[in-house]
């Protein structure tokens, strides 16, 4: 009964830890270049002092899903979708670099190409900054361009060009945050290098590859298995309180 109460107990409880990662991929279905994450399960020992009978199960996050959203046309002069497996190279909040397929840019007060959230877009020399300008122009291999202010509409100057990066895919992982980096153990000094390559489409931003349909089935059979383990963990007590009966009337 004991053991039987800790395998319904532990497995309720990552049942619910397996929802929360299946809920996160669904919320996140209409965001930008968003990856989803993957979930498994599987048997542990227990720890410390306890029968070597004892096991319970862990949900964790063995990775994330990298592959490619599809392409939505917007038109907009500044959204860009990555092309093939290459990364758009941002500065976070703590001034790391780390790398994301949103390409939704906007320009602050300051002149500075930013992220919808406010990451600092990474050019060859850093931060991307642009001067006053008329117009703004991204080409196919992330050159940014402006028309200077009072300049002739055809008078395009070359002021940066977008870093992007092509890292191998098994050395990435995603951080907390949900920007993509590399892997401790795959750091290289002094940055991601830029990749001559690399190509972005203007006017389109990348989908989420969640699969919405594929997430919300997930999250309805790991509904049914935690009512399954509240089961296991009700018959338990009841067995409980009838052997409890049966001593009380020896």
């Not at 800790?6 to 669904?26: D, V």
């Not at 009978?53 to 599809?70: I, N």
């Not at 990451?119 to 931060?127: A, D, F, R, T, Y």
């Not at 989420?208 to 338990?236: D, G």
């Amino acid at each position: 009964m004991d053991k039987a109460l800790y395998i319904g107990m532990s497995g309720a409880k990552q049942n619910m830890l397996a929802q929360r990662a299946h809920a996160n991929n669904l919320a996140n279905v209409t965001t930008t270049g968003f990856k989803k994450d993957f979930a498994q399960a599987r048997s542990m020992p227990v720890y410390g002092g306890h029968h070597p009978t004892r096991a319970y199960a862990m949900t964790e996050r063995p990775g994330t899903d990298l592959s490619s959203g599809a392409l939505m046309e917007t038109g907009r002069k500044l959204d860009v979708a990555i092309e093939g497996d290459s990364w758009l190279a941002v500065q976070n909040n703590l001034g790391e670099e780390v790398f994301t397929r949103s390409g939704s840019l906007q320009i602050d007060v300051n002149g500075l190409l930013r992220l919808a959230n406010g990451e600092m877009v990474l050019g060859n020399g850093g931060p991307v900054a642009l001067p006053p300008f008329d117009n703004v122009e991204i080409g196919a291999d992330g050159t940014v361009s402006i028309v200077p202010v009072g300049g002739p509409p055809d008078q395009l100057v070359e002021v940066d060009r977008l870093k992007l990066v092509t890292p191998p895919t098994q050395a990435l992982e995603k951080g907390p945050d949900g920007f993509i980096r590399r892997k401790p153990d795959q750091a290289l000094g002094g940055g991601e290098p830029a990749d001559a390559n690399a190509r972005v489409s203007g006017g389109f931003l990348e989908s989420s590859n969640v699969n919405a349909v594929a997430e919300m089935i997930s999250n309805l059979q790991l509904s049914r298995q935690y009512e399954m383990q509240v089961k296991v963990m009700s018959t338990a007590k009841e067995n409980s309180e009838a052997a409890a009966r049966l001593l009380q009337n020896l």
